[in-house]
């Protein structure tokens, strides 16, 4: 009996040795299905645990993406966050999300510039006349041109708008893109209710026909030789050519206010889709100097990238548009 006992012993010994020990030794750890996942606005896509259940799935900036309770992710707006997953076991498992927006910067008008001095040089009879579209965002600088004489569609006159009773504007026949004009109220009607600032959009400080501002260029041209021919190194212009100009647009607007109500926009337009377009310490970026009194519209999206992650239009391009398609 005890010599069959021997042998049963052995045997088991023999099966756990030679069958259980290589499927535990085998057997892989927890981990994540997606550790880093590039995307564009608007994608779809799951993020599993293997080895473990998933108690809980976080993003880190739901202005980014959101995510179910079953791991699939929908991205948001352009910009970067975190997905974290806990695991039954406690441990938490992280995928790096990276969103980007090529599709709403598709604009056939805007073309590309060789360089700054070119730009500089452009003669308005070589330039075509052409009515266009154009999206809150799309960026106008002296690389990034303009090439049209023509109107935006989607002016409208501040004086036949809804616009805030609050804001004073200079010119009777001011205009705007109509879709400025909410978010632009709601932000005058916020600044006057939490520290009783008043704004007023300087004469010429919105929209402005081609020969408008070319005529701005060339009195600056003639002023000072050599003007903008290398703007981003020379310390930056205040005036740009025609077809760099944002205000040709309908999105941009020079304010007039107390230090304290720039300081305002400074720090809380991003929450209605605006950004303040020229800073002193992005010259090298914009070719432009400081200019306290412009602020365009990008929308909601971008301005809030741009604001929390300290970048100008440019560099918002370099990090979220260009990149992807480099």
């Known amino acids: 009996m005890k010599f069959f006992k021997k042998i049963f012993v052995l045997s088991l010994t023999l099966i756990f040795i ?43 900036d739901e202005t980014v993406a959101k995510v179910n309770e079953k791991g699939k992710v929908k991205t948001k707006r352009a ?46 009879e070589d330039v075509p006349t052409v009515d266009f ?34 804001l004073k504007y200079r010119d009777s026949d001011c205009r705007l893109q109509a879709e400025v004009i909410s978010p632009l109220s709601k932000m005058i009607e916020a600044a006057y209710a939490e ?4 704004y007023t959009i300087e004469a010429g400080g919105g929209y402005r026909e081609y020969s408008t501002q070319e005529r701005y260029w060339r009195r600056r041209q003639g002023m000072y030789p050599g003007y903008g021919d290398d703007p981003y190194h020379n310390g930056g212009v205040i005036c740009v050519p025609a077809v760099s100009s944002e205000h040709r647009t309908g999105y941009a607007i020079d304010f007039e206010a107390s230090v304290k ?6 720090d809380n337009s991003y929450k209605y889709g605006f950004i303040h377009r020229y800073e002193g310490n992005k010259t090298e970026k914009t070719g432009v100097m400081d200019e306290d009194c412009h602020y365009t519209y990008v929308g909601k999206d971008i301005a809030a990238t741009c604001y929390l992650e300290g970048l ?13 398609n480099a």
Request: proline share 3%.
């Open 18 to 60: 030679t069958i259980i020990l290589p499927v535990k030794a085998n057997a892989k750890k927890p981990y994540i299905t997606v550790k880093e996942k590039v995307c564009e606005v608007g994608d779809k896509f799951y993020v599993k645990l293997k080895g473990t259940k998933a108690v809980s799935f976080c993003i880190k």
């Open 79 to 124: 910009g970067k966050t975190k997905l974290v997953i806990l695991g039954e076991n406690g441990k938490k498992y992280t995928c790096k999300i990276y969103v980007y927006d090529t599709e709403r910067f598709k604009d056939p008008i805007t073309t590309s510039s060789e360089s700054s001095k070119v730009t500089a040089d452009i003669k308005m």
């Open 133 to 166: 579209t154009v999206k809150p965002g799309t960026l106008i600088d002296f690389t990034n041109i303009l090439y049209t004489q023509g109107k935006p569609e989607g002016l409208l006159y501040l004086r036949k708008s809804k616009v805030s009773s609050k």
């Open 195 to 198: 520290g009783g600032f008043t």
């Open 261 to 266: 109500g720039f300081q305002w926009l400074k």
């Open 312 to 324: 100008c239009l440019e560099e918002y391009y370099e990090k979220y548009v260009w990149k992807i």
